[in-house]
């Protein structure tokens, strides 16, 4: 366990002053061209998903980087998954939420997620948990159950957690 999180610790790189003056970056694009240490996140979030969550029944991935991990780990468990998406990018009816970060609401399908489901969320990075808190609300408006929001990296110092109260967060790496 400890060799899979080094090996994907390695991965991440920060790009300082990116996308603005005084943000530390960090780059998790590495790790999809590593395959161990994709291997190494999916395997890790395996491992966790199976110990502490066997009876979940989707996973809900976030535009667009949750997108990436999400089926595979969907895959892998032999569950579905189902995409959160910016407003306007998926077709058919879909409900929505607002939210303050970077894009002015989520939305999803209205069909992605049924009552009494149980879920998980899954992106890459917790940062001010601005869209893992819009996610989460999409869930709950399905009336679903959301056992767990699932990260690759959180930035504890920004305390996007606490937006979070009410689920857990798991996250591989931490800074």
Do not use: W
Not at 92 to 118: C, R, W
Request: net charge neutral; charged share 20%.
């Amino acid at each position: 366990m400890a060799e899979k999180r080094d090996l994907i610790v390695r991965c991440i790189r920060t790009f300082n002053d990116f996308p603005t003056k005084g943000i530390p970056f960090k780059d998790i694009f590495p790790i999809l061209k590593n395959p161990q240490a994709l291997t190494a996140v999916i395997d890790l979030f395996e491992e966790y998903v199976r110990n502490t969550h066997p009876q979940v029944d989707l996973i809900v991935g976030l535009d667009a980087r949750g997108f990436l991990f999400g089926p595979l780990l969907a895959q892998r468990l032999g569950i579905g998954f189902a995409p959160i998406r910016k407003k306007g990018k998926l077709p058919g009816p879909t409900i929505s939420v607002s939210y303050s970060l970077e894009y002015a609401k989520a939305e999803m399908q209205e069909d992605a997620v049924s009552a009494g489901q149980k879920v998980l969320i899954i992106d890459d990075l917790l940062a001010t948990g601005g869209t893992l808190q819009a996610a989460y609300e999409l869930v709950k408006q399905q009336q679903a159950e959301v056992l767990a929001c699932l990260v690759v990296v959180e930035l504890k110092y920004l305390n996007g957690a606490d937006k979070l109260k009410t689920t857990t967060v798991f996250s591989l790496v931490q800074y």
